[in-house]
């Protein structure tokens, strides 16, 4: 079993819609969770740590649900330029190493 | 200003050779890191140092051979480059320090076309 598991999608959305996405992680000693973005043919970017409480960013909104071991991503009036791929990452506690997610790819048409 | 950077950005070469590629980051970070993205787009660890010191050495051929010549650079060398090694390979580095988290940040990665 993969330490992090994602719906590759693709999900399709048009503007302005709300699009949410799951990713469940293996390993209960994990601590830090991230989401990170990816455009076509470039880096991974950071896009938001979750944290206990859930945090939200502008249109985004994570989620942490430790006792089902998933996180969540909820994006909000859905743009253009939200197209990616979505990537779920995930740290142990004292762990160089982080454990990342195939990625769910999110395409926003007009 | 850049954070993270590599060189080259693009590498075509011959089966059978030997390439380098830089990484250098001005974040201050003590950690730094190799990672393979293949066509399958899956992100893999190779290799991470912390402070010169080789910390995460994942089953890679030992055709690949990192080197930390101090905290702010972290190159790879490939001997013998295969077919297989056709892949994106990104350099990260991050500051990992008692009680914080791992927040990596990625340099723009360097695409190795073996042919």
């Known amino acids: 079993r993969k330490e992090v598991e994602q719906d590759p999608g693709p999900f399709n959305v048009p503007e302005g819609a709300t699009v949410a996405f799951n990713c469940t992680y293996s390993n209960s000693a994990s601590q830090s969770f991230f989401w990170y973005r990816q455009d076509c043919r470039k880096e991974p970017k950071l896009l938001m740590s979750v944290y206990s409480s859930g945090n939200e960013d502008g249109r985004f909104t994570a989620q942490l649900n430790r006792a089902s071991q998933y996180i969540s991503l909820l994006i909000r009036d859905s743009k253009l330029s939200d197209s990616a791929t979505y990537l779920c990452v995930v740290n142990r506690a004292n762990d160089y190493k982080l454990s990342f997610g195939a990625g769910t790819t999110v395409t926003v048409r007009a | 200003d850049t954070a993270v950077s590599q060189t080259p950005k693009y590498l075509v070469t011959q089966m059978g050779n030997d390439k380098s590629i830089k990484c250098e980051q001005n974040l201050g970070h003590d950690t730094m890191y190799w990672y393979k993205q293949d066509s399958k787009k899956f992100l893999k660890i190779m290799f991470s140092y912390n402070n010169k010191e080789l910390i995460i050495n994942e089953t890679v051929p030992n055709r690949f051979s990192p080197k930390s010549p101090d905290k702010a650079h972290l190159n790879l060398h490939i001997n013998s480059l295969e077919l297989g090694d056709s892949a994106v390979y990104f350099c990260?580095?991050?500051?990992?320090?008692?009680?914080?988290?791992?927040?990596?940040?990625f340099g723009p990665g360097t695409r190795l076309t073996v042919l």
């Open positions: 990260a580095s991050s500051q990992v320090s008692s009680g914080s988290r791992n927040t990596q940040y």
